[in-house]
C-alpha cells in the first residue's frame, strides 16, 4: 500500500492524465463511427462500407491531437502554469513531461495518419470499382489521378509529406547531431496546419437527406477549424511574445572564456536576467542568423553577477557563433599607419591563408587589426602572417581576446523551468549527470553551495546532503566542468561542509594520452585514480571509479545511512540509464522507510 501510494504520488498526475488523453481519443473514434454508421450515410456505405467510419474517426483524432500538439510547446505557458504549482509538487511533475507529451501526440498522428490513408485507399478503390456510380469524378482508368489532382488528395499529400519531414529529422540523434536541420524541418508544422484545415472543404463525404421527397447528398461544413482554433491562437501569441521579449531585452555579452578541450568549449557570460539554478534558455545571435534559436543549459547560478553558458563547438550555428564571438582570434599591427579598409585586410589574409575563410575583420584605431575564425590558428599559421608584407615584426599574436565593444549581442527566450528547481524539497538529493546530461548541474551546485553560506535567506531549503554522479565516457570536452567540481569542494572545505558534497565521478570507457592532455590521472598513494587539473595542479578530492554505479548497492547505502528521509533522485542524460533509475527508485520504495521521488530532465 505505501509503494502504491508513493508511485501515485509521483506518476499519478500523470497517469491520470494519459487516462484521460486515451479515453478522450477512444470516444472521439466512437462518437465518429456512431455517426457515420447512421442513416444519413447509408447510400454511400453500400459502395465502401465500414470503410467510410474507420476514415472519419481517425481523421478526427488527427485533429484532436494536431490540436493537442501545440500546448506543451507553449513555453511560456507550461512555465506560468508550472509556477502556479509551487508546492504541489506532483502537480509540477506533470508539466516537466510537456516534451513527452508533445512526443506521444506526434506518435498517435503518425499512427492514425496511416489509418486514415489506408481507409481512403480502400474507398477510393471501391468507389473505382463502381465506375461513378457515387462520385462523377470517380470513374474508371485514369480516376486515380482524378483523385490525387483533387483538392483532398493534394493537400493530403502535402499533410503527409509534411509530417515525415517533421518526424524523421526529430530522432533524437538527428536532432543532437544536425539541430539546424531538425529546427527548419520542424517549421513545416505551418505548410501541415494551412494543408490540414482546407483538407477537407471540398465537401466529399455527403449527408443524404430526402426533400420534397427526394434523396439529396448534401455536403457537410469542414470542421478541422473548430479543433485546431484555440491552439493555434495560444501558440501564435506565444511565439508573438516571444518574438517581443527577445526584441525589447537583448543582451550584450561580456566575456568570452576560452575552455580549450580536445572538443573545443566556449563559455559565453551575458549581462543577468532573473532566473533559477538549473534553467535553460534559447539563444538567437542576429549577427549569425535571424531565425535560429538554440537551447542551452545555464551553467551559471542565480547568486552570480552574470549568466552564462557553455557551448562545445560541434556544429554550423555553434561554429559561426564561436568566430563573431573571437573564440579563434588573432591580433597583429600593420606596418603602414593608415587606417586600412576591410577589404584590403581580407585580401591581405587571403594571400597568407589562401585555404583558410577569411569573414570576421575588425580594424581598430592605432592599426591593430583583429581577426575572428571558424578554426584554431596553428603556429605554422601565425607563422605565415608574421612574415606576411605589411605586417609589423612580432605584433602577431593569438593570446588577445576580442575586444568587448566587438562582441555581438544576442536574444534570450526564457529561462524555462525544469525539475531540477525542486531539489530543496527533499532531505537529501541524488544528481546524476551522464555525458552531456551533466550541465544542468553546473549552475544548481553552486547555488547550493550560496544556500550553505547563506541559510537565512532560503528558509524553505530542507537539503542536508548530496550526491553527485557524474557518469562519462571520456573528459574530451567537461574539463571546465571538473574544475568547477573543484572549486566548490575547496569552498566547502572553507565553511566547514566536506561532508555536503559527496562526488562519485565514473568513466565508462578507456583513457587515452589524448584524453589526458587537458586532465590527467595518477594513481595516489592508496592506488585511486585521481583526476588532476594540469594547468593549475589542483586534484579532485573524490576518486575516480572505472566502469558504472552499482545502483543496487548505491540505494541500499542510501536507505540505510537516511533512514525515512526523503531522497529526490535527478536525471539528465540517455534514456537507458533513465530507465534504470527509474526501476531502481521504484524497487527501493518497496522496502523501508526512506522515499526516493524521481525526476528526469526535458529539453
Not at 1 to 28: C, D, Q
Not at 462 to 485: E, Q
Not at 572 to 578: I, N, R, T, Y
Request: proline content about 4%.
Amino acid at each position: 500500500a505505501m509503494a502504491f501510494k508513493e508511485w501515485f504520488a509521483t506518476e499519478g498526475p500523470f497517469m491520470i492524465f494519459l487516462a484521460v488523453w486515451v479515453a478522450a481519443n477512444v470516444t472521439v473514434f466512437v462518437v465518429n463511427w456512431y455517426k457515420y454508421a447512421s442513416p444519413d450515410f447509408q447510400y454511400l456505405r453500400i459502395y465502401i462500407h465500414e470503410g467510410l467510419q474507420v476514415a472519419r474517426g481517425a481523421a478526427n483524432i488527427l485533429n484532436l491531437n494536431s490540436a493537442l500538439i501545440l500546448i506543451p510547446v507553449c513555453r511560456n505557458l507550461v512555465n506560468f502554469t508550472r509556477g502556479i504549482f509551487e508546492s504541489k509538487r506532483s502537480i509540477r511533475r506533470l508539466f516537466d513531461k510537456n516534451i513527452l507529451f508533445h512526443k506521444y501526440c506526434a506518435y498517435t498522428i503518425c499512427i492514425f495518419s496511416i489509418v486514415h490513408i489506408g481507409a481512403h485507399i480502400y474507398n477510393v478503390q471501391n468507389l473505382v470499382d463502381c465506375d461513378g456510380c457515387y462520385a462523377p469524378n470517380v470513374e474508371a482508368g485514369e480516376s486515380w489521378n482524378d483523385v490525387l489532382r483533387a483538392l483532398p488528395g493534394w493537400t493530403g499529400i502535402l499533410i503527409t509529406a509534411s509530417l515525415i519531414l517533421m518526424v524523421s529529422t526529430a530522432a533524437e540523434q538527428i536532432r543532437r547531431s544536425f539541430f539546424e536541420l531538425f529546427w527548419y524541418t520542424h517549421h513545416f508544422f505551418i505548410l501541415y496546419y494551412i494543408a490540414l484545415c482546407v483538407h477537407g472543404l471540398s465537401g466529399f463525404v455527403r449527408r443524404e437527406v430526402v426533400v420534397n421527397g427526394t434523396l439529396q447528398r448534401v455536403s457537410g461544413s469542414a470542421g478541422t477549424w473548430q479543433w485546431l482554433i484555440g491552439p493555434l491562437f495560444l501558440y501564435v501569441c506565444e511565439r508573438l511574445y516571444r518574438l517581443f521579449m527577445s526584441q525589447a531585452r537583448p543582451l550584450t555579452i561580456t566575456k568570452i572564456v576560452k575552455h580549450h578541450d580536445k572538443s573545443p568549449v566556449m563559455e559565453v557570460r551575458m549581462k543577468k536576467v532573473p532566473t533559477k539554478a538549473g534553467q535553460y534558455v534559447f539563444i538567437n545571435c542576429p549577427d549569425v542568423s535571424q531565425i535560429e534559436w538554440h537551447p542551452f543549459t545555464l551553467t551559471s547560478c542565480p547568486e552570480l553577477d552574470t549568466i552564462s553558458v557553455h557551448i562545445r563547438l560541434a556544429g554550423d550555428w555553434t561554429g559561426a557563433f564561436a568566430e563573431r564571438c573571437g573564440f579563434n582570434c588573432v591580433t597583429f599591427k600593420l606596418s603602414d599607419r593608415a587606417v586600412p579598409k576591410k577589404d584590403d585586410v581580407k585580401d591581405l589574409l587571403k594571400r597568407v591563408w589562401p585555404k583558410r575563410r577569411v569573414n570576421v575583420v575588425h580594424v581598430l584605431g592605432d592599426s591593430r587589426i583583429q581577426h575572428s575564425s571558424d578554426e584554431p590558428f596553428t603556429p605554422k599559421d601565425l607563422e605565415a602572417l608574421q612574415k606576411a608584407q605589411g605586417v609589423e615584426k612580432d605584433s602577431v599574436t593569438s593570446k588577445e581576446p576580442l575586444q568587448a565593444h566587438l562582441l555581438p549581442t544576442v536574444a534570450i527566450d526564457g529561462p524555462f523551468g525544469t525539475c531540477s528547481e525542486d531539489v530543496d524539497h527533499f532531505d537529501v538529493a541524488v544528481l546524476v549527470g551522464a555525458g552531456i546530461g551533466v550541465t544542468p548541474y553546473a549552475s544548481l551546485l553552486q547555488s547550493l553551495y550560496f544556500r550553505l553560506c547563506n541559510p537565512r535567506q532560503y528558509p524553505h531549503s530542507k537539503i542536508k546532503k548530496v550526491y553527485f554522479y557524474w557518469i562519462c565516457p571520456g573528459f574530451d570536452a567537461w574539463s571546465w566542468f571538473a574544475s568547477l567540481l573543484m572549486d566548490i569542494e575547496e569552498k566547502l572545505a572553507e565553511i566547514g561542509q566536506e561532508d555536503f558534497l559527496d562526488i562519485r565521478v565514473y568513466m565508462t570507457r578507456g583513457w587515452s594520452q589524448d584524453d589526458a592532455a587537458r586532465l590527467i590521472l595518477q594513481d595516489s598513494e592508496d592506488g585511486d585514480a585521481v583526476i588532476r587539473d594540469e594547468e593549475t595542479g589542483r586534484a579532485l578530492r573524490h576518486k575516480m571509479n572505472f566502469g558504472r554505479p552499482m545502483w543496487d548497492r548505491d540505494f541500499g547505502n542510501f536507505a540505510a545511512n537516511h533512514p525515512g528521509a526523503n531522497v529526490g533522485v535527478f536525471f539528465c542524460g540517455p534514456k537507458v540509464l533513465s530507465t534504470q533509475l527509474h526501476d531502481q527508485c521504484r524497487e527501493s520504495n518497496k522496502t523501508g522507510r526512506t522515499r526516493f521521488y524521481y525526476h528526469k530532465e526535458n529539453f
